[in-house]
């Protein structure tokens, strides 16, 4: 909790607020107090060419391939302090405390904190998970822009960063034993039911796109109402419908859909002008891919019908494409063993947020293991976890690592 109430308090504002954007001066100060941390527990430490830092701890058999634990210290804007810092400072207290207590492990161990998990930046999320897991598109950094208009590519080429080396990035999966990740839940549900621990079986996954509706600046005040290309109503229209057509398919049996406009820009963007450019910015979600991409196509092509009918122009632009990820049920019955040996309350569930557990899936066996979120509320200075939750997090992610060391898997 001290290490956890450290980190917290780089980007902290208004309210108890924390804002660490990826990228930002508090985003990498946080980075340099992680790598003092993982000096002081002894870790053989290497950063790479986007800014992901594992740090190692060395075991009986150098050769084996490692087992990983992490998460992220980027933040959303006025968002908490404990979405992604659990699941890095719990690693490292974990494997810590396996150091301290001169327990035996036969795999390398290793704390990564990945860049760029949040997406409230430049829209673009997971971002050094997706690299290290070689599931990046470059072409998608195109459309990456952060609302002051800097683009990430940009941003990367600033800090000598080559967009032609980031392929490079990509880890070995025969380097890789498992990844495992510790996070708060974000959502009611543990709490509701009054489990401590959750264990999750698939992660839902995105479809993030913009929608530009092109219509005509004019004066408020001598533009007749019939004469007006107003894009701001079109895209008003538009945001109403994806709030009807998610509550449609959230009401099925099958793939729970959610959407959510996050930010909108209006151009002109003053009071006495028509506005004549519309941006909206649209996060469609579900854990079955068919059910994501029936909506996130209607959607589209509700768009096109909105300009149409108001003699407008329209303009699709992807930001990412991503389809719902299981996890691995192996360590899924694994940690599922541990708890019941312990005597712990859990529940078996999706997660509904992303995480970069969802790209290390792709290239080796991976889980999730949440504690519980008071009221649900994250992404905001409300954002609370109980630190016995926490601790009893990190004892299970402790003995999750301990076991996949250590077992043949």
């Known amino acids: 909790m001290r290490d956890l109430n450290a980190i917290g308090r ?3 504002g208004d309210r108890g607020s924390v804002t660490r954007l990826v990228f930002s001066i508090k985003e990498l100060r946080s980075r340099q107090l992680l790598l003092h941390l993982m000096r002081q527990a002894g870790l053989n430490i290497h950063i790479d060419g986007i800014g992901n830092i594992f740090g190692r701890f060395e075991s009986r058999d150098r050769k084996e391939p490692a087992v990983l634990a992490g998460s992220h210290l980027d933040t959303v804007i006025h968002g908490g302090k404990y979405d992604g810092p659990v699941g890095v400072i719990g690693a490292l207290e974990a494997i810590r405390t396996i150091r301290e207590n001169g327990i035996s492990v036969r795999a390398p161990l290793e704390v990564v904190c990945f860049v760029g998990e949040e997406s409230s930046r430049f829209g673009f999320s997971t971002l050094g998970s997706s690299l290290v897991a070689g599931e990046l598109d470059l072409e998608d950094l195109t459309h990456a822009v952060d609302p002051q208009g800097t683009k990430l590519a940009d941003v990367l080429y600033s800090l000598g960063i080559s967009p032609r080396n980031l392929r490079l990035l990509q880890r070995n999966p025969k380097t890789l034993k498992a990844y495992l990740e510790l996070h708060i839940e974000q959502g009611p549900v543990l709490e509701a039911k009054r489990k401590r621990i959750g264990l999750v079986t698939s992660i839902a996954a995105p479809s993030r796109f913009r929608i530009v509706f092109k219509g005509r600046a004019d004066h408020s005040g001598t533009t007749p109402m019939e004469m007006r290309k107003d894009a701001l109503v079109a895209a008003a229209r538009l945001i109403e419908f994806i709030e009807t057509v998610c ?12 959407g959510t406009v996050g930010a909108m820009k209006i151009e002109p963007g003053v009071i006495n002008a028509v506005p004549g450019r519309v941006e909206l910015s649209i996060d469609i979600r579900s854990t079955l891919a068919q059910s994501k991409a029936r ?3 209607i959607v589209k092509e509700q768009a096109r019908v909105i300009a149409r009918g108001r003699g407008l122009g329209v303009e699709v632009l992807k930001i990412r494409e991503e389809n719902p990820v299981p996890l691995d049920p192996g360590l899924l019955r694994l940690t599922e063993n541990i708890c019941k040996n312990k005597g712990i309350d859990y529940e078996i569930m999706p997660s509904g947020a992303g995480h970069d557990a969802m790209q290390m899936a792709k290239i080796t066996p991976a889980a999730m293991i949440f504690v519980p979120s008071r ?35």
């Open 10 to 12: 780089i980007g902290i």
């Open 247 to 258: 509550r449609k398919y959230s009401s099925m049996a099958k793939g729970r859909v959610v």
């Open 375 to 409: 009221r649900g509320i994250s992404h905001n200075p409300l954002e609370w976890t109980d630190p016995d939750d926490i601790a009893l997090g990190a004892q299970v992610l402790m003995e999750t690592l301990i076991r996949v060391g250590n077992e043949k898997f």
């Open 295 to 297: 909506v996130a196509r």
